[in-house]
C-alpha cells in the first residue's frame, strides 16, 4: 500500500493546501495530513483547531485522514511506516527551504524517507496562509483564499482578538 504523509502548519488551510491534498489522494492509498504542533511558531489557531478544520473540509475523501504531530518529521514518518512526504512548491522562494528540508530528512532517515513536491495550480501561486492572515486583520476579503467556513472562523478569530 503506497502510503504519503503531507506535513504543514495549515494555519489556516486554504485552496492551494486543498488542491495539493486533492492531487496527493489521487496518487496514493493513504494520505495523512500532519498538522504540526509547534508553539514556537505562535500559530493563530490551535493544533486542534487546525485539525478540526481539515477534518471538517476533508470528511468526504475516504482516503484522506489528519493527525496532529510534534517533533522530528522523521520520526513521525517512521512511527507510521510511511516512506513518502509531500510537501507543495509554489515558487523559486519555497525551493531553497524545501530541497534542504528534503535533504535533511533524507540524511536522518538514513535515506529511508523521501519527498515528493507538487507544484501549486497557477491559481493558487501566490495563496499563503500568512497573506490570508493579513489580509483578513486589516478586514480584507479572503474569500477566493478559503472555504467558508474557514473564512468565518479566521473572521472570528480577528474579532475576539481586537474586541470587536
Ligand atoms: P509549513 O509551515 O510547513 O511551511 P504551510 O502550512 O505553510 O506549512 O505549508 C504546508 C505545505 O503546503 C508546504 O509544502 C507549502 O509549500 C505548501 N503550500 C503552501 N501554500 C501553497 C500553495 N498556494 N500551493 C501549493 N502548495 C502550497
Redesign the pocket.
Known amino acids: 500500500m503506497a502510503k504519503a504523509v503531507y506535513?504543514?502548519?495549515?494555519?489556516p488551510v486554504h485552496y492551494?493546501?486543498l488542491?495539493?491534498i486533492k492531487r496527493a489522494a489521487k496518487m496514493f492509498d493513504e494520505l495523512t495530513v500532519g498538522v504540526?504542533d509547534n508553539n514556537r511558531k505562535s500559530p493563530l489557531f490551535s493544533v486542534d483547531e487546525r485539525v478540526k478544520m481539515l477534518n471538517e473540509l476533508l470528511k468526504d475523501i475516504p482516503n484522506v485522514k489528519v493527525e496532529s504531530f510534534g517533533g522530528l518529521l522523521v520520526d513521525y514518518c517512521a512511527s507510521k511506516d510511511v516512506q513518502v512526504v509531500v510537501?507543495?512548491?509554489?515558487a523559486i522562494t519555497?525551493f531553497d527551504y524545501?530541497l534542504q528540508n528534503a535533504q535533511t530528512n533524507s540524511l536522518l532517515s538514513k535515506g529511508k524517507l523521501d519527498t515528493v513536491f507538487l507544484t501549486?495550480s497557477l491559481d493558487?501561486?501566490y495563496?499563503?496562509?500568512s497573506a490570508v492572515k493579513e489580509i483578513a486583520y486589516f478586514d480584507g476579503d479572503i474569500s477566493i483564499c478559503v472555504p467558508p467556513v474557514i473564512e468565518d472562523m479566521v473572521k472570528e478569530k480577528y474579532c475576539n482578538m481586537k474586541g470587536k
Open positions: 506535513p504543514g502548519s495549515f494555519d492551494g493546501h488542491d495539493v504540526l510537501r507543495g512548491l509554489r519555497d524545501e501549486t493558487y501561486s495563496l499563503s496562509s
